[in-house]
């Protein structure tokens, strides 16, 4: 029976014209328009519908800071902000994210204008090699919004108490942010600082 509906949908293409292209072939891109605000400014982009986020940012607005590390949401060096949550990039469609709020790291801040996050990773050493910051601020920036708008984690003991900056929330939501230097005592003490609490 599978191989009869086969036969049925294939008969159902039409076939090829001699001598003309296919324009509709596997090999031509399908393009559409997105518009997106990003870090405050609207931008409005024609690609290919397979683009992700990741590389409408990188290729097309040549916003390079955030960072291809696994290409599988594996890493979180890609991450960035959209609509107030922090997101992988690489695995989200950039179509998918018409009229969206995106947030960069250039968006949070500059060298001449720090945001405190990033003040607070240099004091503290959280970047080392500087591959993952990029992820690792934009994430500690919607971690902290997080823990601020009560959304429990898989280590909140108490559901109804207010939610607390502890090193045990900050390490459980920072988990998806890897750091192959190893910085992470450092990344924590930069966002404990930046959430208020004594590093």
């Known amino acids: 029976m599978a191989g009869a509906t086969a036969c049925a949908a294939l008969a159902a293409v039409p076939a090829r014209a001699e001598g003309r292209p296919d324009s509709a072939g596997p090999d031509q891109p399908v393009l559409a328009k997105v518009s997106l605000t990003v870090n405050g400014q609207r931008r409005e982009l024609e ?7 990741l ?22 060096a890609c991450t960035m902000i ?24 250039e968006g ?25 910051t990029p992820g690792q601020i934009c994430s500690g920036v919607a971690v902290l919004a997080e823990i601020k708008a009560g959304i429990p984690s898989h280590v909140t003991a108490d559901l109804n108490a207010p939610m607390q900056v ?29 959430a208020g609490r004594p590093a």
């Open 82 to 105: 959209v609509d107030g949550r922090r997101i992988n990039s690489c695995l989200t469609l950039a179509v998918m994210h018409q009229g969206s709020e995106i947030t960069t790291i």
């Open 166 to 194: 502890t090193d045990a929330e900050i390490r459980e939501r920072m988990s998806g942010n890897i750091c192959r230097c190893g910085a992470y005592s450092n990344i924590v003490e930069a966002m404990t600082e930046v």
């Open 47 to 53: 690609i290919d519908t397979r683009t992700s986020l």
């Open 55 to 76: 590389d409408a940012a990188r290729e097309h607005l040549h916003l390079t800071g955030s960072k291809k590390g696994c290409d599988h949401g594996q890493c979180g």
């Open 108 to 132: 949070l801040g500059q060298p001449d204008a720090l945001h405190p996050m990033q003040a607070a990773f240099i004091k503290h050493d959280g970047y080392q090699c500087g591959y993952c």
